[in-house]
Structure formats: C-alpha cells, structure tokens
C-alpha cells in the first residue's frame, strides 16, 4: 500500500504543530466560553523557580565541538638531553632570607646541581625546542540564556490519549500519547513524551506499521532537548536522533551540528507547546507562527483558526476550537489546506480529531479514552 496509510494521518496531526522560534505575538479577540464546570479536578502545577531557572550541562556538546571552545593550559615537561635548549619559566619566586648561592651548569661528570624549589603563580609553554607541553581542557564561559518559564496547565505526567485511526469505516490503525515519565537530563528537569502509532492485526498483513516518536521535554520551558524517531512501515526502515543544545542554539544530528534559533521544536515539542498558548481571545482567521526543526533546517508553520464546533466522537461530545494547519516549506502540505484538527475548547486542547484527504477517500483520527488528564474535562458536553 501507498504512504497513504491510514496511521500516518496521527503522524500528520503531530505534524502540523512543528517547532516556534518565539513565543508567537497576536491579537486576539475572546471566543465563545466553553462550557466550564464549577472546579477542576486539579490546580495549576506550582513551578520550583530554582529548578526553572537551573543551566543546562553542555559537557557532552563541547566535546562534539571541542574545537571551538578548550582552551591549552600548558605545564612544562622535563627533558633529559642536556644539549636541549634551557626552558624558560616564568614565575613568582618567593624572597629568600639568605643570599642565593650562585649554581653553576651541570657538567658531565660532575654532582647532579639541587632543584631550587620554585612555584610559578601560573604555568606557561616552554619555549625549548623540544620540551613537551600538555594541555588541560577549560570549560568555557556559558552563553546567555534565558530559561524561558510558561504557566503550564494543559497537561501533566501520567496523561495517555488514546485514538482510533479510520480509512473510511474501517478502523486501520491505534494511536497513544502519553507523558509518561519525569526526569533529570543534562541538569534540566524534563518530561518524555511517546507516541506510538501502529496498525491493527487485522490490517498489517496489508501493510505493516509501527512507529515511535518520543522528546525529552524541558518541564518548564516546553522546548527540547531531545528528539528520538524511530519509523517502520512495511520494509521501510528509519532511526532519527537529534540533541538540541538550546544554549549555545545547536542541533546535533549524525555527527552533525547545525545552528537553529532559541526554543527551537521537534514536531512533539510543538504540539505541546502550542496546547499551553492561550487562545481565550482568538477570533476566526487570527495565524499562529511556529517553526520546526528537521533534517538540519528550520521550517515555518502557519496555524489558522477557522473558528468553533461542537463534535461527537467516541471518547464523548465536545466543544472545540478548529484549526488548519499550512506548511510553507518543507513539509507534507503547502498551502493545500488538507488537513483539519480539532481541539477542545478549554485550558487542556486535547486532540479530539484530524480530518485529512488522501487520493481516494479520508481519513479521520478520533480519540477514544482520555486518562490521567482530570475527572472532568471543562470543554465536554454532557
């Protein structure tokens, strides 16, 4: 079968929220109000300002690029060949008290000359022409940055969505995303987010799919350091590993770095991302910019908000806000406006469906169960 497979329309739905270089700037209007119960099952997460705040280890990046950043910090090496030029030391040598006696060169034969004991205030290369010098590497001075901290509300760890993916009436595929694990990476406090989309065993002997994405989310600032892609489709094979050093703006992929703008996105930290924005005040027609990195580039993402509806799917009713995303470069759609997602309508923006036109008929993605997110969802209708 075709790369139209049924699964690749939750691919294209995570798609669509790739990457923001800053914080997008829009003028909005207030939308209709959801229909919010009286409480929320849980408050806002309290933000640990130290840890918010806490640099990003950029060890394991210097030595990808150590060319550019170790400084020598010579020590004199010793010599036996007593015909070497005489190494010269600068030093700060302590006033004696007694006269120095005056030392005469050593002469073959005669009693191997005392070291004087002198301590150098600071080491530097020896100028003999064959004296060794050894270099210690000197962490260099961290960039600026700033560790950026949004008020995250719209999802916490332990939330797991789980969705149907339909060609038609037949259901092909099953799709999950969870955060489902909270962590140390590199001196940050991160969460990982999996996504998992594969085909039913009742499809897969048609075509198979597996494919796994996953990003090491910074907590706080909803950004990357970590993007992990691992893609099967039939025969079809593909593994993407890519580290982002948000500090210095580098991605490493293969060996590889490539320069990229602050709070740059895999397609995983997008979405998120765009989940926390507030959208209390958007009218229809109003664009979100966002960006992503991918394949050494960054690429723009325009989201347009075509207004509100309320939608029946399996997991329930609910009132959400519609949206289209379109690629201007380098991505799955141009400007074609192919795909539509839906969104509910309240503080959590959960995925409740994606419409996408394929050659032959559509395909649509549908969430089924929503766990850990709360008892009460504002935006559903009951």
């Excluded at 602050?262 to 507030?278: G, K, M, Q, V």
């Excluded at 050494?296 to 908000?305: E, N, S, W």
């Excluded at 799917?313 to 289209?324: D, H, I, K, R, Y």
Aim: aromatic residues 10%; charged residues 25%; hydrophobic residues 40%.
């Amino acid at each position: 079968m075709s790369r139209f497979l049924p699964q690749l329309a939750f691919i294209l739905f995570i798609n669509i929220l790739w990457g923001c270089s800053q914080t997008p700037s829009i003028t909005l209007e207030r939308p209709p109000d959801p229909v919010t119960p009286d409480t929320l099952a849980f408050d806002n997460p309290v933000v640990n300002d130290t840890l918010a705040l806490r640099p990003f280890d950029t060890t394991a990046a210097i030595v990808l690029d150590s060319a550019l950043y170790l400084e020598e910090d010579p020590v004199i090496g010793a010599s036996s060949d007593t015909t070497d030029t005489v190494a010269v030391l600068v030093a700060e040598v302590p006033v004696p008290s007694e006269p120095i006696p005056v030392v005469q060169p050593e002469v073959p034969g005669d009693k191997p000359v005392p070291d004087i004991p002198v301590k150098p205030s600071r080491p530097v290369a020896s100028t003999g022409s064959r004296g060794s010098v050894k270099a210690e590497p000197v962490k260099p001075k961290e960039p600026e940055f700033n560790y950026r901290n949004l008020n995250k509300n719209a999802y916490r760890t332990g939330e797991k969505l789980t969705f149907d993916i339909r060609y038609g009436l037949i259901v092909a595929g099953i799709g999950t995303m969870s955060v489902d694990k909270e962590f140390d990476y590199k001196n940050r406090e991160v969460q990982r987010v999996f996504f998992e989309a594969k085909s039913t065993p009742s499809f897969s002997w048609i075509y198979k799919v597996q494919n796994q994405y996953i990003s090491y989310l910074d907590k706080y600032g909803i950004y990357p350091w970590k993007y992990i892609q691992k893609t099967r489709e039939g025969s079809y094979k593909r593994d993407i590993e890519v580290e982002f050093d948000q500090v210095r703006g580098l991605a490493f992929e293969k060996s590889k770095q490539y320069s990229i703008p602050p709070y740059t996105h895999d397609i995983i930290s997008a979405f998120f991302y765009f989940r926390n924005l507030d959208l209390k005040s958007a009218k229809a027609g109003d664009v979100i910019k966002l960006s992503n990195y991918s394949k050494g580039k960054v690429f723009p993402l325009d989201v347009i908000i075509r207004g509100w509806q309320r939608i029946t799917v399996p997991a329930g009713t609910f009132n959400c806000v519609v949206l289209e995303p379109l690629v201007k470069a380098g991505g799955l759609f141009k400007n074609e406006g192919t795909l539509m997602v839906w969104l509910t309508n309240d503080e959590y923006k959960i995925p409740v469906k994606v419409e996408t036109k394929v050659l032959i008929g559509s395909i649509n993605v549908e969430l089924v169960k929503a766990e850990g997110v709360s008892r009460i969802i504002p935006a559903r209708v009951k």
